[in-house]
T-cell receptor, first 110, second 114 residues
Framework: TQLLEQSPQFLSIQEGENLTVYCNSSSVFSSLQWYRQEPGEGPVLLVTVVTGGEVKKLKRLTFQFGDARKDSSLHITAAQPGDTGLYLCAGENTGNQFYFGTGTSLTVIP | GAVVSQHPSWVICKSGTSVKIECRSLDFQATTMFWYRQFPKQSLMLMATSNEGSKATYEQGVEKDKFLINHASLTLSTLTVTSAHPEDSSFYIC??????????FGNGTRLTVT
């Protein structure tokens, strides 16, 4: 088992605020994914990052993969109530196994 | 896009009975499927990696005799929770790997053991 720590674990912010979620590990991953999960449903893929230092933008979401491919961050600009959910990072090892981070529960208050 | 179907969505069973959960890849062949377990307000914990035609690889701490995994075809993997107990109540989610693409997830199965 390869541990990915996410911080913060819980986050409650007002609509329009910015936030950053961190995903850290001591392991190196061949790729890293970010997912969002609604209660009672499976995770939905947001992005995959593969190259160290890579930055990807998806509308108001910006994802960054650390240079050493051990950590990642997710930044949301001008959060909206529709962004509420559980955000999960997942690292892929060389054996194509995916290990999930500890999760960040985000609540955006209108 | 690739679709993974999980069945059933909800199941309630009595303590001591066994429950089978199915995971199907609907429009692609998946040589590798994964089974995860998720407790309320927690992340997904990888239980085992299921490979078509071979034995599953279980993560440390997961009892292989209690959580039986069968991957008999390229589109179907099953997880059987044997002699279920209330502490086995959880949300079980499968996922499938399509080539080098990221994981495609089923919608999960909520298991409640009474």
């Amino acid at each position: 088992t390869q541990l990915l720590e996410q911080s913060p674990q819980f986050l409650s912010i007002q609509e329009g605020e910015n936030l950053t979620v961190y995903c850290n590990s001591s392991s190196v991953f061949s790729s890293l994914q970010w997912y969002r999960q609604e209660p009672g449903e499976g995770p939905v893929l947001l992005v995959t990052v593969v190259t160290g230092g890579e930055v990807k933008k998806l509308k108001r979401l910006t994802f960054q993969f650390g240079d050493a491919r051990k950590d990642s961050s997710l930044h949301i600009t001008a959060a909206q109530p529709g962004d509420t959910g559980l955000y999960l990072c997942a690292g892929e090892n060389t054996g194509n196994q995916f290990y999930f981070g500890t999760g960040t529960s985000l609540t955006v208050i209108p | 896009g690739a679709v993974v179907s999980q069945h059933p969505s909800w199941v309630i069973c009595k303590s001591g009975t066994s429950v089978k959960i199915e995971c199907r890849s609907l429009d692609f062949q998946a040589t590798t499927m994964f089974w995860y377990r998720q407790f309320p307000k927690q992340s997904l914990m990888l239980m085992a990696t299921s490979n078509e035609g071979s034995k599953a690889t279980y993560e440390q701490g997961v009892e292989k005799d209690k959580f039986l995994i069968n991957h008999a075809s390229l589109t179907l993997s099953t997880l059987t929770v044997t002699s279920a107990h209330p502490e086995d109540s959880s949300f079980y989610i499968c996922s499938a790997l399509l080539g080098n693409s990221p994981l495609h997830f089923g919608n999960g199965t909520r298991l409640t053991v009474t």
